[in-house]
């Protein structure tokens, strides 16, 4: 029990608020959520120059 609780502790970052906190995936859930991305043809992984090149668009298109 006190190492689930020890876990559950770990994974979480107070983003400077106790009423905020982000729960982050343990690497078996990130190997299920990239395979889930990785399964999807609508989606494409950015490189890096795609990246820097990408601007952002106020008010949308």
Partial sequence: MQKA???EQ???VDLESDK???ELPDAAEEALINAGIAADPD????SDTQFKQM???AGGR
């Fill in 10 to 12: 770990d994974t979480k």
């Fill in 20 to 22: 905020i906190s982000l």
């Fill in 55 to 57: 601007r952002f668009m």
């Fill in 5 to 7: 609780k020890q876990k």
């Fill in 43 to 46: 989606t494409m992984e950015v």
